[in-house]
T-cell receptor, first 115, second 113 residues
Framework: AQSVAQPEDQVNVAEGNPLTVKCTYS??????LFWYVQYPNRGLQFLLK??????LVKGSYGFEAEFNKSQTSFHLKKPSALVSDSALYFC?????????????FGTGTRLKVLA | EPEVTQTPSHQVTQMGQEVILRCVPI?????FYWYRQILGQKVEFLVS????????KSEIFDDQFSVERPDGSNFTLKIRSTKLEDSAMYFC???????????FGSGTQLSVL
């Protein structure tokens, strides 16, 4: 079955430190990979995507993500965390050319950046 | 930046009643979706819609659910007879290209009493 796993319910990091939010997937073929962020009482906002090309993709607000095909991972990273980065982060995959337009979301990781 | 708009922001209904959740996707988008999220947890796919028909639906999207794009701008989700377990935040989303990023609305919080 196709799935996305975010193994950490919550990640705590001190402001100014680097952060990593983990995501692994189980999807056949070469999926499209996404990260979304959700602030309280808001919809999900797109951060970045990987479709093809360079394994390191850069997105909004200084975030980047590294695609690792052998480990089927797509971890979200930021070199220096801000308190304002505190939010709920979702990894998502869209199986490619499979005739489905469904995006599969992970369970979310709550990031808490401590001042 | 263009936005997906959803109305109402909150909807309270009695069990067994019909509800219609409304969405206005971004005007040049071609793919439309409904997702739901229970208590700030996992975002669950309900249905995708393209070229005026459902392209895929999940097991959650049973006969009580239906979608419609009645006038080329609105995209609605109808629940015919609501259950307590339908209580959730319902998000509408759209994209220009099915493989591209989704634009989400800010959601409708549905509470079934």
């Amino acid at each position: 079955a196709q799935s996305v796993a975010q193994p950490e319910d919550q990640v705590n990091v001190a402001e100014g430190n680097p952060l990593t939010v983990k995501c692994t997937y189980s999807v056949s073929g070469n999926p499209y990979l996404f990260w979304y962020v959700q602030y309280p009482n808001r919809g999900l906002q797109f951060l970045l995507k990987y479709i093809t090309g360079d394994n390191l993709v850069k997105g909004s607000y200084g975030f980047e993500a590294e695609f690792n095909k052998s480990q089927t991972s797509f971890h979200l990273k930021k070199p220096s965390a801000l308190v304002s980065d505190s939010a709920l982060y979702f990894c998502a995959v869209r199986p490619p050319d499979s005739g489905t337009y469904k995006y599969i979301f992970g369970t979310g990781t709550r990031l808490k950046v401590l001042a | 930046e263009p936005e997906v708009t959803q109305t109402p922001s909150h909807q309270v209904t009695q069990m067994g009643q019909e509800v219609i959740l409304r969405c206005v996707p971004i005007s040049n988008h071609l793919y439309f979706y409904w997702y739901r999220q229970i208590l700030g947890q996992k975002v669950e796919f309900l249905v995708s819609f393209y070229n005026n028909e459902i392209s895929e639906k999940s097991e959650i999207f049973d006969d009580q659910f239906s979608v419609e794009r009645p006038d080329g701008s609105n995209f609605t989700l109808k629940i015919r007879s609501t259950k307590l377990e339908d209580s959730a935040m319902y998000f509408c989303a759209s994209s220009f290209n099915g493989g591209e990023k989704l634009f989400f609305g800010s959601g409708t919080q549905l509470s079934v009493l």
